[in-house]
Structure formats: structure tokens, C-alpha cells
């Protein structure tokens, strides 16, 4: 009895189905089974959209008659850093020389009384480059 009912259902939208889809063009099929499908799934979309609003309007009310206290800012963040970095300038002067101070994250000192090794080593270097170009 329900078998033949659920059967009797199915071949009632089998053949509705049809008879829309006949009155539809050959070549506007697809598009309205795409916009039929895409209306079937918004609805199901807002309609979840709705009960889980209704679910918040319920907590909302609930919470009415709580009273309000505002946690300050200070606990829930930390203090602001302060910042170090200049304002930006638009231009500048350009230097005519370097400072010391300029040059001092540059320069590495080859320790006293090496001079003679780091001449020896460059004047290698630039003698056998010599001789290859040769």
C-alpha cells in the first residue's frame, strides 16, 4: 500500500516534469534547470539563515535581563608599543660624505699589524688575474 502510493507520487512528478520540460525550448533546458536548482538552494539558504537568527533573537532574549558590564580595555589587550620609527620626510639632502657612524656597521677592522697579509693576499689575487687575462 505505501510502496504503490510512493510509486504513484514519483510517476505524478515524473510526468509533471515533462510536461514542463516539453513547453521549455530545446536550447533553454539547461538554463532552467541551473535557475530552478539555484532558486531550490537559496531557499534552503535563507530558510537556515532564518532558524539560526530565531535561535540568536532566543538567546537575545534571554540575556535581557542580564546586566551589561563591559570588560575594560586594558585586561583584554596589551598596551600599545611605543614606536620608535621617524616621520616620513618627503626628501632630503643628499650627503656630500660619510660620517664614521655611517660607515661603522660596514667596516670590520682586520686587527693591527695585519696590513702586510691583506696586501700579500690582494696583490696574489690580482696578479693571477693578470696572468689569465693575458
Known amino acids: 500500500m505505501k510502496i504503490d502510493f510512493l510509486n504513484n507520487f514519483r510517476n505524478n512528478i515524473h510526468s509533471l516534469a515533462d510536461k514542463i ?51 575594560p580595555h ?4 596589551y598596551p600599545a608599543e611605543p614606536d620608535f620609527l621617524p616621520e616620513l620626510m618627503y626628501g632630503r639632502e643628499p ?11 660596514f667596516w670590520i677592522d682586520p686587527g693591527p699589524g695585519n696590513e702586510q697579509q691583506w696586501r700579500e693576499l690582494a696583490s696574489s689575487v690580482i ?8
Open 95 to 105: 650627503r656630500l660624505y660619510w660620517t664614521a657612524d655611517d660607515l661603522l656597521p
Open 74 to 77: 586594558d585586561e583584554l589587550f
Open 127 to 134: 696578479d693571477r688575474l693578470m696572468e689569465n687575462v693575458q
Open 21 to 71: 520540460l516539453d513547453k521549455i525550448p530545446e536550447d533553454r533546458r539547461r538554463l532552467f534547470i541551473f535557475t530552478l536548482g539555484g532558486l531550490v538552494l537559496l531557499i534552503i539558504c535563507l530558510t537556515l539563515v532564518f532558524i539560526m537568527m530565531n535561535g540568536r533573537h532566543a538567546r537575545a532574549v534571554e540575556l535581557a535581563g542580564v546586566p551589561y558590564m563591559a570588560i
